[in-house]
């Protein structure tokens, strides 16, 4: 969708909102499967709810980009625009075991920046790829770590009410890969309570993850990490694994050798491949365990 109108293209410089227009969810992906659409870039997330109310006046549908790494985008133009906060700096500092972090922040850099300052219990989370806002959203976690865990305040733009509120780590859900946040909720800051740990353990617990990590995913190939959530007490990548479905592909989307609950894009993959991969591996599960196989990744087929 492109952004035409004379209003809102004069008010974007005000906000201190860069307007790129047609950009490639194929470049903004992990992925690297999507169609394209004018993206707006936000500097000040101040200026969240004014930007939200312009488009509404003016018609135009929106959806909000974190990082790109857990998303699944159809192909050609897209129906709506994309509002991605832009990565301000500094924008992370502690405070005695307190961690405030902006929720466009690199996780990764985040469970750096606070293992530098002697705050530990993100170990796990260090090969997570994608945003703090996304991690959020969806209680990333690994190797025994989620990062609901850690929460103790959100701050959110809560797109229903057109306001920013901040909400207390209790009231938020956070369970097994999903949160009990609404689809218009827009994370913009987080405040983590962690426990105090020397750097050097820490940094310890980050190697271990990392090596566990590297020899069991494909982490220098496309993809959303895995594909479906674990089914209660089962493993995805085990049964689809057991059916012998490593390599199993649609045109450019295939089944990693590595780990069979990542899918890959080789080459070019479109979203119709990569969606029919996902429904004939779930399709294929269901008739082999009985089991029916929920996606992890997030799916903009709409
Ligand atoms: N397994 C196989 N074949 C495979 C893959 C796995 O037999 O191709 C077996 C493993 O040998 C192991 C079991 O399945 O016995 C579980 O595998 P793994 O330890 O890799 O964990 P997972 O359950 O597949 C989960 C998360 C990952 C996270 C890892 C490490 C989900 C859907 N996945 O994977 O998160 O990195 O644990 O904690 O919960 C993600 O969310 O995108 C993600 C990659």
């Known amino acids: 969708m492109r952004i035409s109108e004379p209003k809102i293209l004069s ?3 005000e906000l201190g909102i860069e307007h790129r227009a047609g950009s490639s969810l194929v470049d903004l992906t992990s992925l690297g499967i999507g169609g394209t659409t004018d993206l707006l870039l936000i500097r000040q997330h101040e200026h969240m709810p004014e930007l939200v109310q312009l488009l509404k006046q003016e018609g135009i549908p929106h959806r909000f980009l974190g990082g790109g790494t857990n998303l699944l985008v159809k192909d050609g133009e897209l129906p709506w625009v994309l509002l991605q906060l832009a ?33 530990g219990g993100m170990e796990g989370l260090i090969g997570v790829p994608g945003t703090v806002g996304g991690a959020l959203r969806m209680n990333a976690g690994a190797y025994g770590t989620q990062i609901g865990s850690h929460v103790r305040e959100v701050e ?3 797109a229903a009410a057109g306001r920013t509120e901040t909400l207390r780590g209790g009231e938020i859900n956070f369970e097994y890969r999903h ?10 800051a987080v405040k983590l309570e962690l426990p105090s740990k020397p ?14 990590r590297r020899a069991s995913q ?32 649609v045109g450019d989307a295939r089944v990693s050798d590595r780990h069979a609950n990542f899918f890959v894009n080789t080459g070019h993959a479109s979203f119709a491949e990569m969606y ?18 929920e996606e992890e990744v997030i ?4």
């Not at 005695?96 to 293992?115: E, I, K, P, W, Y």
């Not at 990490?225 to 490593?246: H, Q, V, Y």
């Not at 029919?276 to 196989?293: K, N």
């Not at 799916?299 to 709409?302: D, E, F, R």
């Open 218 to 249: 494909p982490l220098n190939q496309k993809s959303a990490g895995c594909i479906f959530k674990n089914p209660p007490g089962g493993s995805a990548g085990r049964m689809i694994d057991e059916l012998g479905l490593k390599g199993h592909s």
């Open 179 to 188: 949160t009990s946040f609404a689809p218009g909720d827009i994370m913009l």
């Open 87 to 119: 990565q301000p700096v500094p924008d992370m500092r502690v405070e005695g075991n307190f961690a405030h972090v902006d929720a466009a922040a690199d996780l990764g850099r985040m469970v750096t920046f606070c293992a530098k300052n002697d705050l």
């Open 199 to 212: 750097y050097r353990e820490i940094l310890q617990g980050i190697r271990i993850c990392n090596e566990k």
């Open 276 to 293: 029919a991969l996902v429904s004939d591996v779930r399709e294929r599960v269901r008739r082999a365990y009985g089991a029916e196989l």
């Open 156 to 158: 959110v733009y809560r």
């Open 11 to 13: 008010a974007l410089p």
């Open 299 to 302: 799916v903009w087929n709409a």
